[in-house]
């Protein structure tokens, strides 16, 4: 969440006092969407500090309200929840925790009564923010709405400090509590620096100690604005253990996520904790995105794909309010199994919803596309451009996710979207082959569909014939990749491709 001026966030809750008579708030009219949505996945005021996740063939979602209130949406498709109501779950009444609620982070733990949803938030007083403390609530059975019991505050720093943005991380199964707090327990005016703890629970609302730093702000990206880490949250993957986080201050538009590693074998050690050298996502002025950071991530239905959420601003000019929106896009895993986030898509790209969903294909596979004349070749994107090189460098932009046809999804019929860069798909532009992003025209999803054909060289290989211009096949031309009619031996061959792994 972030750190902030009293007076900023002072004057941002007296514009945020929502009415609280009504259980259940509407959100706009319509229908829920198809499987394809356009983010933000839930817009403002109630959409910052977002947590997301899939359960028994739902979406829910929670996020910072500013208020005593605690909202929860639920929708069957990743775009549904945009117009799903906002059903209160509970209100705060405790001593020092009345308003402010940031940071939701819900979990499903066996606790003392079983299995259960575990609520964690961050609140404090109606006075901003110095109040801000943890806390936990507990499920009445497995149903993430609830209804909610208030478990009590965890004191997690000397003193019973300040502390935020609080999240379970379960490592060779025990349960701890990751959160950020001030390394002298007294903010940045006192030369703080906003950093990251861990403890282990003894239950899900009992920490067993206070916690052990494992990572400052000590990097020029993680200093803009304020040196800030915080959000932390857990990401695994093959056997390895990865906290993502937020850093920089929110209120720039420099506010980015970074990521340590469990390179060691206690997670209550510092020295277990690896920094990766780079942030993993951050500003992209292009797709106009802004301080994207604060996020969770979550798993398609079918269980084969990882998906982030996260806020981000649509303006560099704005910072830690309510202009924040939740927005979601589908990551990727790098072939030394450090996790890829990509770019943060624009508004405007179109991008399919996570596999299984209602709606959409199972399982996708991910290919790679072999030149038949230049074996050594592969088809990968650099700068939107595409074409064969014999080193693809990074891997991934030599890998495409194979979907069914956007104009025409009868079988035969593909379109190839980059891992690592969703929502953008191969498409003819002049004849010219481009990575560009799927903006939902009937033009674009012509353009970006092709017919797998026996190969035009070799009839155990592949060609792919475009669907709009059917007289033309995709080929290399000087390396490059183009549509053309093809007459001849040499068009044949640069016209044949294999899919590989």
């Known amino acids: 969440m972030g750190s902030r001026p009293r007076s900023f966030v002072t004057a941002?809750?007296?514009?945020?006092?929502?009415?609280?008579?009504?259980?259940?708030?509407?959100?706009?009219?319509?229908?829920?969407?198809?499987?394809?949505?356009?983010?933000?996945?839930?817009?403002?005021?109630?959409?910052?500090?977002?947590?997301?996740?899939?359960?028994?063939?739902?979406?829910?979602?929670?996020?910072?309200?500013?208020?005593?209130?605690i909202l929860i949406r639920r929708a069957p498709t990743l775009g549904g929840l945009r117009t799903a109501p906002e059903t209160r779950v509970f209100t705060m009444s405790q001593p020092n925790a009345?308003?402010?609620?940031?940071?939701?982070?819900?979990?499903?733990?066996?606790?003392?009564?079983?299995?259960?949803?575990?609520?964690?938030?961050?609140?404090?007083?109606?006075?901003?923010?110095?109040?801000?403390?943890?806390?936990?609530?507990?499920s009445a059975g497995t149903d993430p709405m609830g209804p909610y019991t208030y478990r009590g505050q965890l004191v997690l720093m000397p003193n019973n400090g300040w502390s935020i943005d609080g999240s379970v991380m379960t490592v060779a199964g025990v349960n701890y509590f990751v959160f950020s707090a001030f390394t002298n327990n007294s903010g940045f005016e006192n030369g703080g620096l906003q950093a990251l703890y861990v403890t282990r629970l003894t239950n899900p609302w009992t920490p067993a100690a206070p916690g052990t730093l494992i990572s400052e702000p000590t990097l020029a990206w993680e200093r803009q604005g304020n040196p800030v880490n915080e959000g932390p949250y857990l990401l695994q993957r093959g056997g390895r253990t990865f906290l993502t986080y937020s850093a920089s201050y929110c209120g720039t538009p420099d506010y980015k996520i970074g990521a340590l590693e469990l390179t060691g074998t206690n997670p209550l050690n510092r020295s277990s904790w690896s920094k990766l050298p780079d942030p993993l996502f951050q500003r992209n002025d292009a797709n106009g995105v802004y301080g994207p950071a604060h996020?969770?991530?979550?798993?398609?239905?079918?269980?084969?794909?990882?998906?982030?959420?996260?806020?981000?601003?649509?303006?560099?000019?704005?910072?830690?309010?309510?202009?924040?929106?939740?927005?979601?896009?589908?990551?990727?895993?790098?072939?030394?199994?450090?996790?890829?986030?990509g770019v943060p898509v624009a508004t405007s790209t179109v991008l399919a919803g996570p596999s299984g969903e209602s709606g959409n294909p199972g399982a996708v596979p991910v290919a790679r596309l072999q030149s038949f004349n230049f074996p050594d070749r592969h088809v990968r994107h650099q700068n939107h451009a595409v074409r064969i090189d014999p080193?693809?460098?990074?891997?991934?932009?030599?890998?495409?996710?194979?979907?069914?046809?956007?104009?025409?999804?009868?079988?035969?019929?593909?379109?190839?979207?980059?891992?690592?860069?969703?929502?953008?798909?191969?498409?003819?532009?002049?004849?010219?082959?481009?990575?560009?992003?799927?903006?939902?025209?009937?033009?674009?999803?012509?353009?970006?569909?092709?017919?797998?054909?026996?190969?035009?060289?070799?009839?155990?290989?592949?060609?792919?014939?475009?669907?709009?211009?059917?007289?033309?096949?995709?080929?290399?031309?000087?390396?490059?990749?183009?549509?053309?009619?093809?007459?001849?031996?040499?068009?044949?061959?640069?016209?044949?491709?294999?899919?590989?792994?």
């Open 12 to 69: 941002v809750v007296a514009a945020l006092v929502l009415s609280v008579s009504l259980v259940v708030f509407p959100g706009p009219g319509g229908a829920a969407p198809g499987a394809s949505f356009q983010n933000p996945v839930v817009g403002t005021p109630n959409s910052a500090d977002p947590w997301l996740g899939y359960h028994d063939g739902n979406y829910y979602y929670a996020a910072t309200t500013w208020t005593g209130n």
């Open 98 to 138: 009345t308003s402010n609620m940031w940071a939701p982070s819900l979990h499903l733990l066996d606790g003392p009564n079983g299995r259960r949803w575990y609520l964690y938030y961050s609140a404090g007083p109606s006075a901003c923010c110095g109040g801000q403390r943890q806390h936990v609530l507990e």
């Open 295 to 341: 996020h969770t991530f979550f798993t398609s239905p079918d269980g084969t794909e990882d998906w982030i959420v996260y806020h981000a601003n649509s303006s560099s000019s704005q910072g830690c309010g309510t202009t924040r929106t939740s927005r979601a896009q589908r990551i990727s895993w790098n072939p030394d199994g450090t996790p890829h986030l």
């Open 391 to 501: 080193t693809v460098s990074p891997a991934l932009d030599g890998r495409f996710r194979v979907v069914p046809g956007l104009a025409n999804a009868a079988a035969g019929y593909v379109s190839f979207e980059s891992v690592n860069f969703p929502g953008h798909y191969l498409r003819h532009a002049d004849y010219v082959l481009r990575l560009d992003p799927n903006n939902g025209s009937t033009t674009f999803r012509a353009d970006a569909t092709f017919r797998q054909v026996a190969g035009l060289a070799d009839p155990s290989w592949s060609s792919f014939q475009s669907y709009n211009f059917p007289d033309r096949y995709v080929r290399h031309n000087n390396y490059v990749l183009r549509i053309d009619p093809i007459s001849t031996d040499t068009g044949r061959a640069d016209a044949t491709f294999r899919r590989t792994s």
